[in-house]
């Protein structure tokens, strides 16, 4: 009964409602599923028709929620800005349903699954792919430490977020990969049960990630009085992605005429390059791989088909920032005697 009230007031307030910013509040209204969750990848900037609007009412019952691409905590973060700028009971209430999703969404080791309810197949998996897992993490901090940011949130609700935090980070800290005795990173999935690295799409291999490691990483700095085992993970972190750099390589974009896109990502030495790291590193060894949608780990990026060589992200300076500014600044806080950059 509560549901269908809230329901009914959004359909009544929808038409007062003005837009803020690029997004349409509308539509992030709308597209909000009656499990508080929201679906990835609609276009929250466009406007909708009034079919899109009924149809989006008829399919409030959907359960095709969760956390990839930056669903239902961007959206939480967004109402709840714009109930700063215009207090209205559907804003409220549409951010505290997305919280609630939240919650209800952790397994009990603390981690989070990239869709919830709980799907098939690897989107089951705890998943720190594209910042799903540290996004609600992210956001679950802001709601327990910022009252003023979330003045609608009572402290039940907040001792609830400190909770799932404290579990999450837990999550973290006990799915850091260990190689040979050494603390390392972490995969892009881990098994929702035992913890151990996945793979998830079939170019996506169970590995250390270069990438969505960083994510993690900068979230655990942003954590005060960091707890030993915090400054450990970090440290063993950051020794990795030292380790792990690609140096005098440079990724470049060739023009290629007999190609679907006209060009082709192609790897050219260049000793002034910066350093860059790989999307993906095998466990044991730390070689950097590319893959096909065959499944099958190559070494080389030109060995992989043009189709994945240039529809996805294989390397990066995903970790420039962290090592140059953000590692710095946080060991002259955290951990002043030890700089694991600069090892006596």
């Known amino acids: 009964m509560m549901q269908t009230r809230i329901q009914l007031s959004l359909l009544l307030l929808l038409p007062c409602l003005k837009l803020t910013g690029n997004w349409d509040t509308e539509s992030i209204l709308l597209h909000q599923r009656s499990n508080g969750g929201w679906p990835k990848n609609f276009d929250r900037e466009k406007s909708l028709t009034d079919k899109q609007k009924k149809q989006l009412i008829a399919d409030k019952a959907k359960t095709d929620t969760g956390f990839d691409n930056g669903a239902t905590h961007s959206e939480v973060r967004y109402l709840a800005k714009l109930y700063l700028k215009n207090p209205n009971i559907v804003y409220q209430s549409a951010c505290l349903r997305g919280i609630n999703f939240m919650l209800n969404a952790q397994y009990p080791n603390g981690g989070w699954p990239q869709f919830y309810p709980l799907g098939r197949g690897y989107s089951r998996h705890i998943t720190f792919n594209d910042g799903a897992m540290i996004g ?25 977020c400190r909770q799932a935090l404290a579990r999450g980070l837990q999550c973290i800290l006990d ?76 990724q470049v974009r060739k023009a290629a005429k007999d190609t679907p ?12 390059a910066p350093p860059i790291w790989a999307r993906f590193y095998i466990i044991a060894n730390n070689q950097p791989i590319f893959c096909s949608r065959d499944g099958k780990p190559k070494k080389k990026l030109s060995e992989i088909s043009y189709e994945r060589r240039n529809g996805y992200s294989w390397l990066g300076y995903y970790a420039t920032d962290l090592l140059s500014k953000s590692y710095p600044a946080w060991q002259t806080r955290w951990a002043q005697d030890k700089n694991i950059l600069t090892p006596e």
Request: proline content about 5%.
């Open 136 to 160: 609600v993490m992210r956001t679950l901090k802001d709601v327990a430490s910022n009252p003023k940011d979330y003045p609608f949130v009572d402290e039940k609700v907040r001792e609830q």
């Open 261 to 272: 896109k006209g060009f082709d990502k192609i790897i050219i030495q260049d000793p002034t």
């Open 175 to 250: 799915s850091q990969i260990i190689v040979n005795g050494r603390k390392t990173v972490w995969c892009a999935q881990h098994d929702e049960k035992t913890l151990a690295p996945r793979k998830a799409r079939s170019y996506e291999l169970a590995s250390l990630s270069g990438g969505e490691s960083v994510g993690i990483v900068q979230y655990l700095m942003s954590i005060d009085d960091p707890s030993p085992a915090v400054i450990e993970s970090i440290q063993s972190a950051v020794a990795w992605f030292e380790s792990a750099k690609l140096e005098g390589i440079r």
